[in-house]
T-cell receptor
Framework: GAVVSQHPSWVICKSGTSVKIECRSL??????MFWYRQFPKQSLMLMAT?????????EQGVEKDKFLINHASLTLSTLTVTSAHPEDSSFYIC???????????????FGAGSRLTVL | AQKITQTQPGMFVQEKEAVTLDCTYD???????LFWYKQPSSGEMIFLIY??????QNATEGRYSLNFQKARKSANLVISASQLGDSAMYFC?????????????FGGGTRVLVKP
């Protein structure tokens, strides 16, 4: 089946540093990837949609300069949290829609998530 | 307005019994898809079941079934014969429009705790 690998699964960093999170589709080509953020005991909120080879589309209220998204290939999208602050601490999850992915085009496949803690 | 509403923040269910998780949605699109995902404490999102707006029959996947009432705009999840491993957060989500690459909007979630 379709597998999405997300790395790192958890990261702790100091305030002011930048952190990169990778999202890879392992057995299919992901034309579109979505990045979600989930605060404790809350739902998933979409941050941005990235399409391979083009600029990401950000949801209202999400700072594009702070959350840099790159989807340079059909199997890799990255989210970089720049100049991270404690309020950026959250669970970040990517999901991917593939070309002819397992279960058809109806289902997105999610990564296991990355827990970011900014000290 | 909330597009996906899950009114039950938490539920207890006895092992081996069935449980129904409520989900109502709001959309003006004629074509849309409804999903249920399970999120255990590890954080991964596990796809459970899908219902398309044009599907005439309710979706079923093993112990999961979706009670789709289009006129009421509800898509309740029924878990039969609950198991201890069913303890998790459950999210209802909607994809609007025909495009399979369209984004999902999630409800607030329901935490289910299965008691032995």
């Amino acid at each position: 089946g379709a597998v999405v690998s997300q790395h790192p699964s958890w990261v702790i960093c100091k305030s002011g540093t930048s952190v990169k999170i990778e999202c890879r589709s392992l057995d299919f080509q992901a034309t579109t990837m979505f990045w979600y953020r989930q605060f404790p005991k809350q739902s998933l909120m979409l941050m941005a949609t990235s399409n391979e080879g083009s600029k990401a589309t950000y949801e209202q209220g999400v700072e594009k300069d702070k959350f840099l998204i790159n989807h340079a290939s059909l199997t890799l999208s990255t989210l970089t949290v720049t100049s991270a602050h404690p309020e950026d601490s959250s669970f970040y999850i990517c999901s991917a829609k593939g070309q002819g992915a397992f279960s058809g085009a109806n289902v997105l496949t999610f990564g296991a998530g990355s827990r970011l803690t900014v000290l | 307005a909330q597009k996906i509403t899950q009114t039950q923040p938490g539920m207890f269910v006895q092992e081996k019994e069935a449980v129904t998780l409520d989900c109502t949605y709001d959309t003006s699109d004629q074509s849309y898809g409804l999903f249920w995902y399970k999120q255990p404490s590890s954080g991964e999102m596990i796809f459970l079941i899908y219902q398309g707006s044009y599907d005439e029959q309710n979706a079923t996947e093993g112990r999961y079934s979706l009670n789709f009432q289009k006129a009421r705009k509800s898509a309740n999840l029924v878990i039969s014969a609950s198991q201890l491993g069913d303890s998790a957060m459950y999210f209802c989500a909607m994809r609007e429009g025909r495009a399979a690459g369209n984004k999902l909007t999630f409800g607030g979630g329901t935490r289910v705790l299965v008691k032995p």
